[in-house]
């Protein structure tokens, strides 16, 4: 970062070359190579040679540091020339650059708050948010902006985890409400790549949520370590007996000693992998530093971190060496309002932001334009998302349980309309017919959603111009007349409420009813300024605020908002995301609340929205079982296009059979009256479902005792849907049409001046006989006995055989006579026949429909021939045991079918598709088995097609997160997007950041292209070193033989010419 700012500098200030003096030499350390670097990523076998004392001392002493002053040379050193820029500290232009500064933190806070650490990229058109003057905010997004934004929201599958009650790996007791909430804290900064403090008041247990972020690291995040912890001496041992206490399972190993002890714990006790935690003190720190720096830690945790406070010290340089992903401090002692002690751990934390200090002196040097108080007021605040702060008498009292409630209500005549129209637009995906698209149906669910908030989120829907703020605003949306009549009961208790919505236009409508009504209100969402932000809680919060209502979107509000002084939070449309919805309800829920906190979550009923909640709390509940037993990537399940169909099908039938509004006028009592029944009812449900049912959102159908998700009303809507296309095809509403029928025959008859004969070509009659396909697999004689009944049937009717029109006249009347006497030589089937052929009839797949086969075929296409256990999941309603049966008469009579060779070129193909993902898999497999770190050492085999946009630290992380993921996956390349949105070393990577999916696939596509070749190539040279070596083990001596065999006469030789 130094580097970056001394370019900046070099642009704008003179530069001139001079004599470098004597003095000014100054012997460089050699830089690293790059094969030291790779062998520097892996933690190294500990060399008993490193841990010698270091020429430091034990305490901390100041090193002097030159200070620039205004019109002062600067020198800077390069290998062959020495540089001098005249800096010139000019107040106007330092002013400017502590603005830049806090506008980079402000990014920086909201993007934590909104849960997405990855900013946009600087040439992306980003609203720069609304005025903090009060006015009318209504209208700042379009309906296609938002849109997009909700397609965006609905595809993110990696969130983090939020913790709910004590973690399952704390052993040595609970951890209080308060200390969870830390836990999460800690958790949201760690899944953000950002660093933090947690400055809790000295006893409330800053050791113990620290060690509970080291365990979830080590059992939910499946990270092994190493970390580090840096302690006083004192409380060292303290450390050690607290990780033994709380989470044994941490293998924690503790540095001190002499230098002979410290040898022996690092050959005996720091061998890679076989520690996960190394606790230490600061002296040992200095002291050990050459062992330090050569491991990359996981986590770096620094207690009493005020020892850092002068960036001048030697324990402050030597930390700031330490190679770490994360880093943590803590301190239980108040931030003091002297700034350049707080640069020092602003620096440590986040050194790209923070990086010269003589910059950020000059910047509070500045008190023409912003006095020392206004300074300190922003930097507090701006150090507040990474920054944690309770103390004793915040949390000395209990929090109350939360109370949540669901509500339902009905639709408006108008919303019903609105929901066919949509529904209608795409009916063909509804019912199966057309091509079902993952995209297409994430749209249909947005659109649904958005008709279920309210009708006017669609442009055109609201009547007008001119538009008038009125009763049809509440009147036209059942979710709006519901709040209406809770808000007013509320009121009259004295409660004050949150309003969450994922939707940022419908904050919009929101801020239209609070001013009809007359409700006091503040707002926040994505576009709120960070200022403004702040000023909005502080007025929510203040004694005696008379503000009623806080409309929040619901991923803006972050951790870092508290708004206990609510004690009823809405959720009006919950987030696909359950883990949202939990934050959101502890905006209001946390330390500090000291009533009862109810939560009332609005659904509208017979629509998506019930899908939509039942699989977020299935979803909730799976988190926690998953999660427990450490399998992260399970819990992060992406939603599939059947579920999508399912949502979208629920309800349809009912929107279509009427067209009047379905909002009851009972009272809010008896509405909530009905909703604790209906959730009690659900969670009832929920509570007897296992993990297997929860997995799959599916349910056993084969328990009787088992609930189901889809059972809903008396209904089961899964087995409705499986039964057959006819059994789920959602009817539309029917339409007049203007029927014109003979139009084509009339012109028909005018041009060639008479009727025209439309009867068919004549068929030979046939009997009604059962239905039968050859999919089915009958056998041979049932067809053999079907062909007698037909000919006895013609005969018995008088039927003459025809002669077929598409052969010679000649060989058309052969084929008449045959026919003709297989007709006059049948006889009828006799009583044993009959009774034959009726025993046949039972033998063939009887249940095997065509859209079985379809299936089966697909399926085998999709697996393979041989994977009979995932073909049986593609087959609906038929076991294992009956689809093992099935495909193995159908590999023996596949010939049998009208159309086999089709049907096999068909499985064929994905049979070839399947070997090919293998040998890709396999090839990445070898690949990346060759590296022990092959997120940092891996190379690729450019050659000289070495493009010229990626560069090798990208390519390899897609290869080996690529590997990571499973390249076959559906879903790949949009985690694999994501994972780069959130890798650390792409933060300030636009161009990688801002690929899309397809433009990522094609690259690891080319990538993988050059890896097989590679692999190709090393295959054939290990074949052929092989055959040498068996080449020249043949050719080599024979072995002596024994005596005996010596003197065995051998054969007689050859007479020779």
């Known amino acids: 970062m130094s580097q970056k700012s001394d370019t900046a500098k070099s642009d704008e200030l003179p530069e001139m070359e001079v004599d470098e003096p004597e003095h000014d030499k100054v012997e460089e350390e050699p830089m690293e190579t790059e094969e030291q670097e790779d062998q520097g990523i892996i933690e190294p076998k500990p060399k008993v040679e490193d841990i010698k004392d270091e020429d430091y001392g034990?305490?901390?002493?100041?090193?002097?540091?030159?200070?620039?002053?205004?019109?002062?040379?600067?020198?800077k050193k390069n290998d062959k020339k020495t540089v001098c820029f005249l800096v010139t500290l000019d107040p106007e232009e330092s002013y400017n650059k502590f603005l830049k500064l806090l506008q980079k933190t402000e990014t920086m806070a909201r993007c934590l708050d909104a849960g997405d650490a990855a900013p946009q990229a600087p040439n992306s058109p980003v609203k720069t948010g609304r005025p903090s003057a009060q006015g009318d905010h209504r209208h700042r997004m379009t309906e296609k902006e938002e849109d997009e934004e909700l397609m965006q929201q609905s595809k993110k599958?990696?969130?983090?985890?939020?913790?709910?009650?004590?973690?399952?790996?704390?052993?040595?007791?609970?951890?209080?409400?308060?200390?969870?909430?830390?836990?999460?804290?800690?958790?949201?900064?760690?899944?953000?790549?950002?660093?933090?403090?947690?400055?809790?008041?000295?006893?409330?247990?800053?050791?113990?949520?620290t060690i509970s972020l080291l365990g979830y690291m080590k059992h939910v995040r499946q990270t092994n370590g190493p970390f580090l912890v840096i302690v006083p001496k004192s409380t060292l041992q303290n450390w050690m007996n607290e990780f033994q206490q709380w989470c044994p399972t941490i293998r924690a190993v503790c540095l001190i000693g002499t230098e002979e002890e410290r040898k022996i714990i690092v050959s005996e006790q720091l061998a890679p992998g076989t520690y996960d935690v190394l606790v230490t003190s600061f002296e040992m720190v200095l002291r050990c530093m050459a062992f330090l720096k050569k491991i990359t830690w996981k986590y770096t945790v620094i207690d009493e971190a005020h020892r850092i406070k002068n960036e001048n010290s030697k324990l402050a340089l030597c930390v700031r060496q330490l190679?770490?992903?994360?880093?943590?401090?803590?301190?239980?002692?108040?931030?003091?309002?002297?700034?350049?002690?707080?640069?020092?751990?602003?620096?440590?934390?986040?050194?790209?932001?923070?990086?010269?200090?003589?910059?950020?002196?000059?910047?509070?040097?500045?008190?023409?334009?912003?006095?020392?108080?206004?300074?300190?007021?922003?930097?507090?605040?701006?150090?507040?998302?990474?920054?944690?702060?309770r103390i004793k008498a915040d949390v000395e009292k209990s929090l109350l349980p939360k109370k949540e409630l669901k509500v339902y209500v009905g639709l408006s005549k108008m919303q019903r309309e609105w929901y066919s129209k949509i529904l209608l637009k795409d009916i063909d995906v509804v019912n199966g017919a057309g091509k079902i698209e993952k995209a297409r149906l994430q749209n249909i669910l947005m659109h649904l959603r958005k008709c279920c908030n309210h009708p006017y989120l669609f442009d055109g829907a609201e009547p007008g111009p001119p538009y008038t703020t009125d009763e049809h605003l509440i009147n036209n949306c059942g979710k709006m007349v519901l709040l209406d009549k809770l808000l007013k009961r509320l009121k009259e208790q004295g409660s004050?409420?949150?309003?969450?919505?994922?939707?940022?236009?419908?904050?919009?409508?929101?801020?239209?009813?609070?001013?009809?009504?007359?409700?006091?209100?503040?707002?926040?969402?994505?576009?709120?300024?960070?200022?403004?932000?702040?000023?909005?809680?502080?007025?929510?919060?203040?004694?005696?605020?008379?503000?009623?209502?806080?409309?929040?979107?619901?991923?803006?509000?972050?951790?870092?908002?508290?708004?206990?002084?609510?004690?009823?939070?809405?959720?009006?449309?919950?987030?696909?995301?359950?883990?949202?919805?939990?934050?959101?309800?502890?905006?209001?829920?946390?330390?500090?609340?000291?009533?009862?906190?109810?939560?009332?979550?609005?659904?509208?009923?017979?629509?998506?929205?019930?899908?939509i909640i039942e699989r977020a709390e299935m979803k909730l509940r799976l988190d926690n079982v998953v999660i427990q037993q450490g399998r992260l990537s399970e819990a992060q399940k992406a939603l599939g296009k059947d579920d999508m169909l399912t949502m979208i099908?629920?309800?349809?039938?009912?929107?279509?059979?009427?067209?009047?509004?379905?909002?009851?006028?009972?009272?809010?009592?008896?509405?909530?009256?009905?909703?604790?029944?209906?959730?009690?009812?659900?969670?009832?449900?929920?509570?007897?479902?296992?993990?297997?049912?929860?997995?799959?959102?599916?349910?056993?159908?084969?328990?009787?005792?088992?609930?189901s998700i889809y059972a809903w009303q008396g209904e089961d809507y899964k087995q409705k849907q499986k039964a057959s296309v006819a059994d789920y095809w959602i009817e539309p509403p029917k339409r007049e049409r203007k029927a014109n029928y003979h139009v084509d025959l009339y012109f028909r008859e005018a041009m060639k001046g008479g009727p025209v004969d439309n009867s068919k070509s004549q068929k030979a009659p046939r009997p009604k006989l059962p239905t039968v396909y050859d999919f089915q697999f009958f056998p041979k004689r049932l067809f053999e006995l079907f062909d007698r009944e037909i000919y006895s049937f013609r005969k018995q009717i008088n039927y003459q055989a025809q002669k077929p029109t598409d052969v010679s006249p000649k060989e058309a009347e052969k084929v008449q006579k045959e026919e003709q006497k297989k007709i006059d030589d049948s006889v009828p089937l006799t009583e044993d026949e009959i009774i034959e052929r009726d025993e046949l009839l039972t033998q063939g797949f009887t249940e095997w429909t065509r859209r079985d086969f379809t299936a089966f075929v697909k399926a085998s296409e999709k697996y393979g021939r041989t994977d009979l256990d995932a073909i049986a999941t593609e087959?609906?309603?038929?076991?294992?045991?009956?689809?093992?049966?099935?495909?193995?008469?159908?590999?023996?009579?596949?010939?049998?079918?009208?159309?086999?060779?089709?049907?096999?070129?068909?499985?064929?193909?994905?049979?070839?598709?399947?070997?090919?993902?293998?040998?890709?898999?396999?090839?990445?497999?070898?690949?990346v088995a060759k590296y022990k770190a092959p997120f940092h050492q891996l190379r690729l085999p450019y050659g000289g097609n070495k493009c010229k946009n990626y560069n090798e630290e990208e390519d390899r992380f897609l290869i080996c997160r690529l590997h990571e993921l499973g390249f076959d996956n559906e879903n790949v390349y949009d985690e694999l997007r994501e994972s780069i949105r959130t890798a650390p070393q792409f933060r300030f990577d636009w161009f990688i950041k801002s690929r899309t999916p397809l433009e990522l696939q094609r690259r690891c596509q080319a990538l993988i292209a050059m890896i097989e070749k590679e692999m190709e190539r090393e295959l054939l040279e290990e074949k052929e070193k092989n055959k040498r070596g068996k080449k020249s083990a043949t050719t080599a001596p024979a072995k002596p033989t024994s005596s005996a065999t010596r003197n065995k006469p051998g054969p007689k030789p050859k007479n020779r010419k």
């Not at 034990?58 to 020198?75: A, Y």
């Not at 709910?164 to 760690?190: A, C, E, F, H």
């Not at 870092?560 to 502890?586: E, F, H, K, R």
């Open 58 to 75: 034990d305490e901390d002493i100041d090193i002097p540091v030159t200070k620039k002053k205004q019109g002062e040379i600067f020198v």
């Open 157 to 209: 599958t990696d969130t983090v985890f939020t913790f709910q009650k004590s973690p399952w790996y704390i052993t040595g007791g609970q951890l209080r409400d308060y200390q969870i909430r830390g836990l999460n804290w800690m958790v949201q900064l760690q899944h953000n790549s950002i660093n933090g403090i947690l400055a809790d008041e000295m006893g409330l247990g800053k050791t113990l949520q």
């Open 323 to 389: 190679k770490s992903k994360h880093r943590l401090l803590l301190t239980g002692t108040p931030l003091q309002n002297n700034l350049h002690e707080l640069w020092a751990l602003l620096n440590f934390l986040m050194p790209e932001m923070f990086s010269n200090s003589e910059d950020f002196d000059s910047w509070l040097a500045t008190s023409d334009k912003m006095n020392t108080e206004e300074i300190v007021k922003r930097l507090h605040r701006i150090l507040q998302p990474f920054l944690l702060r």
């Open 496 to 611: 004050r409420v949150l309003i969450f919505s994922s939707m940022t236009r419908l904050l919009d409508m929101l801020e239209d009813y609070c001013w009809f009504r007359g409700h006091e209100y503040c707002r926040l969402d994505g576009q709120t300024a960070h200022e403004d932000r702040q000023n909005a809680i502080n007025a929510y919060n203040a004694e005696g605020s008379t503000k009623f209502i806080f409309m929040l979107t619901t991923r803006a509000g972050g951790l870092g908002i508290n708004l206990a002084t609510a004690d009823v939070v809405i959720i009006y449309d919950s987030d696909w995301n359950p883990q949202c919805d939990l934050q959101a309800m502890d905006r209001a829920h946390r330390i500090g609340q000291k009533k009862q906190v109810r939560v009332f979550r609005l659904i509208t009923e017979s629509t998506v929205e019930e899908r």
């Open 649 to 707: 099908r629920h309800g349809a039938d009912t929107i279509f059979a009427g067209k009047d509004s379905t909002i009851t006028d009972e009272d809010i009592d008896s509405i909530l009256k009905r909703g604790e029944e209906r959730t009690k009812e659900m969670n009832e449900k929920l509570d007897k479902l296992g993990e297997s049912s929860l997995r799959n959102f599916t349910l056993d159908t084969n328990n009787a005792d088992s609930a």
């Open 875 to 927: 087959v609906e309603n038929k076991t294992k045991e009956e689809v093992v049966e099935y495909a193995n008469v159908f590999w023996e009579n596949i010939e049998d079918l009208t159309d086999h060779e089709k049907i096999l070129a068909q499985i064929e193909r994905g049979e070839q598709r399947i070997e090919k993902r293998q040998a890709v898999k396999q090839a990445l497999d070898r690949k």
